[in-house]
């Protein structure tokens, strides 16, 4: 069965200071993995997905096949990075499977 | 097009008593998206539309549960005989394929 674990449900990090946001997953295939935000009173959206191989606002996440880990991470956190972040993962056409959320809390 | 529309935004009933909600997706997008989430919880799949087509529903989804998609656009999720377990957000999402899922705001439902 596919599972999504994030193991912080809570995160606080100074402004300025290194984010790393947790992310294991149970796969035995080739899944595709992804990373939702939600801000305070806003929808959930994407973030970032593994096979763009981008940053967005700052942020990275690297598929680790080895580990089974996408875990985020971010040089230097903002005060607007605040928000709700989940993990998920897909593998061909089923649907989206979430972690249970981080909550990452920047402190000015 | 502002994205993702649902409605209500809040539902409060009593336990026993049927529900529906509307989802508006995307206008380009062929696949329509229900979950479900409950408080400390990431959001749980419980079915999706392609096209006018329930192509996969969850086990999360009781038989008190039913969804339609009649012309291929908008939603509906039914919620018959509600109890208090059902209380949750319910979020819809679309896409077009397999690309991208954008979210609506969701519906929250609260059973006494």
Same mark, same amino acid.
Not at chain 1, 81 to 100: E, H
Not at chain 2, 49 to 70: G, I, V
Not at chain 2, 100 to 108: E, L
């Given at each position: 069965a596919q599972r999504v674990t994030q193991p912080e449900k809570l995160l606080s990090v100074f402004k300025g200071a290194p984010v790393e946001l947790k992310c294991n997953?149970?796969?035995?295939?080739?899944?595709?993995?992804?990373?939702? +935000?939600?801000?305070?009173?806003?929808?959930l959206q994407l973030l970032?997905?593994?096979?763009?191989?981008?940053?967005?606002?700052?942020?990275?996440?690297?598929l680790n096949k080895g580990e089974t880990s996408f875990h985020l991470k971010k040089p230097?956190?903002?005060?607007?990075?605040?928000?709700?972040?989940?993990?998920?993962?897909?593998?061909?056409?089923?649907?989206? +499977?979430?972690?249970?959320?981080t909550r990452l809390s920047v402190i000015a | 097009d502002t994205g993702v529309s649902q409605n209500p935004r809040h539902k409060i009933t009593k336990r026993g008593q049927n529900v529906t909600f509307r989802c508006d997706p995307i206008s380009e997008h062929n696949r &329509?998206?229900?979950?479900?989430?409950?408080?400390?919880?990431? @959001? %749980?799949?419980?079915?999706?539309?392609?096209?006018?087509?329930?192509? %996969?529903? !969850?086990? &999360? &989804? !009781?038989?008190?549960?039913?969804?339609?998609? @009649?012309?291929?656009?908008? !939603?509906?999720? %039914?919620?018959?005989?509600?109890e208090q377990g059902d209380s949750a957000m319910y979020l819809c999402a679309s896409s077009w394929g397999m690309d991208?899922?954008?979210?609506? @705001?969701?519906?929250?439902l609260t059973v006494l």
């Open positions: 997953y149970s796969y035995s295939g080739s899944p595709e993995l992804f990373w939702y +935000v939600q801000y305070s009173r806003q929808r970032l997905r593994h096979i763009s191989r981008e940053s967005i606002k700052g942020f990275t996440a690297d230097f956190a903002q005060e607007e990075d605040s928000a709700m972040y989940y993990c998920a993962l897909r593998s061909g056409n089923t649907p989206l +499977v979430f972690g249970k959320g | &329509l998206y229900w979950y479900r989430q409950t408080l400390g919880q990431g @959001p %749980e799949f419980l079915t999706y539309f392609q096209n006018e087509a329930q192509l %996969e529903k !969850s086990r &999360l &989804l !009781s038989d008190r549960f039913s969804a339609e998609r @009649p012309k291929g656009s908008f !939603s509906t999720l %039914e919620i018959q005989r509600t991208t899922q954008y979210f609506g @705001p969701g519906t929250r």
